[in-house]
């Protein structure tokens, strides 16, 4: 049996090399996308929070300005009180 030339086995450790490197950045990838989806997952959350926060918010000032209004037509109807003095 014929012993494989030198740049043979040159060629095959450097592709064992190669594969080995490939293998080392994609799972160095897989790490640094499984990190960033955990970062877009955490700030999706603080998002819909303040989009909550937003809607709550604007409710309740919609819900102030509906009792402003109430309260302006219930004094404007009101039957003006006569001045009284406390003496």
Do not use: C, G, W
Request: proline residues 3%; neutral net charge.
């Amino acid at each position: 049996m014929k012993t494989p030339p030198e740049s043979f086995l040159i060629f095959k450790e450097e592709l064992k090399k190669a594969r080995l490197e490939k293998e080392r950045l994609q799972k160095e990838y897989e790490q640094k996308l499984s990190e960033m989806n955990v970062e877009l997952e955490r700030l999706k959350e603080q998002i819909s929070a303040q989009q909550e926060l937003m809607k709550t918010t604007l409710e309740y000032a919609i819900r102030l300005e509906e009792n402003l209004d109430t309260f302006k037509v219930e004094v404007t109807n009101a039957p003006t009180l006569k001045k009284r003095s406390f003496h």
